[in-house]
């Protein structure tokens, strides 16, 4: 170990700076959104089985809600402009500006070169869950997703129930396309229900029982047209692991709603980034 310098302690006292301040970020009216909440007709259900995973699609102005349905489960989410895969969920940028969890009022951000809301929570009933005393909070956007070359890294073998591998089976099938040619769009995902944190000691990711029960949900505003795969975790609600053929697995339920017409009269999908790209060239 490196010995410490004389300063060591003066260092360790610099204050932190916000990488992101979010102050000028647009914000979404969520005045309007909870009115056309209140309109809300379903159009459209999903259920995802336990261990796999599906597809669905959002018209933008449109309502989705994932809801545990049977027991404590937690899923992976991807989403991806429907007219257009390489625009997709940017998991990363939108931790450097909500944070490490997302919840109601925050925004899942689309990839470069768009960078423009995809989807806004305007409801989570987990939203009492707040932040433990591990650290831990619900909905993250630290994790990537159980993927099976990890799983071969750590502990060998050829495990394909994983939710990196069930968006790749799920998106293939929904292209009808083979699963070499899906899986280069399958992204880092938005962990819904999981509750997850870094441990104080080590720095080290964790995760916990999620405080998920039937009939808790998580609902979005779509705000552009959506193509959307979600993954019932193999780990259930992730309590002990989560690639696993033992852990108690339950179904989530995928909604669709159509607000009344009128009640997003004074909205509209927001524009792609209006960086030029020209990157000083």
């Known amino acids: 170990m490196s010995l410490a310098p004389p300063d060591a302690d003066a260092r360790r006292a610099v204050a932190p700076v916000i990488c992101y301040p979010v102050e000028s970020l647009p914000q979404p009216d969520m005045a309007l959104y909870t009115a056309a909440r209140q309109t809300l007709t379903k159009v459209d259900e999903v259920t995802v089985p336990p261990r796999d995973a599906a597809t669905f699609s959002v018209p933008a102005g449109h309502f989705f809600r994932i809801t545990s349905i049977e027991g404590p489960q937690v899923g ?22 909500h944070g490490s969890h997302i919840t109601t009022g925050q925004r899942m951000w689309s990839s470069f070169p768009g960078l423009r809301p995809m989807a806004t929570i305007t409801h989570d009933s987990l939203g009492w869950y707040g932040k433990d005393a591990f650290g831990g909070s619900v909905h993250d956007v630290i994790g990537t997703r159980c993927d099976p070359y990890t799983h071969n890294l750590l502990a060998g073998g050829q495990y394909h129930y994983c939710c990196h591998s ?23 995902v938005l962990n ?90």
């Open 166 to 188: 069930n968006l790749t089976r799920a998106l293939a099938r929904h292209l009808d396309v083979p699963v070499a040619q899906a899986e280069p769009h399958v992204h880092d």
């Open 76 to 97: 992976d989410l991807n989403l991806w402009h429907a007219a257009d895969l390489t625009e997709r969920f940017y998991s990363g940028k939108t931790r450097a500006l």
């Open 192 to 281: 819904v229900f999981m509750c997850t944190g870094f441990t104080r000691d080590t720095g080290q990711y964790f995760m916990k029982a999620s405080p998920v029960r039937p009939g808790d949900y998580l609902e979005f505003v779509a705000e552009i047209d959506l193509l959307g795969a979600l993954s019932a975790c193999p780990g259930g609600d992730c309590s002990s692991e989560h690639s696993s053929d033992v852990a108690a697995c339950h179904p989530l339920l995928v909604e669709v709603f159509a607000p009344a017409a009128g009640a997003l009269d004074a909205w509209g999908p927001p524009r792609p980034n209006g960086y030029d790209r020209s990157h000083g060239a």
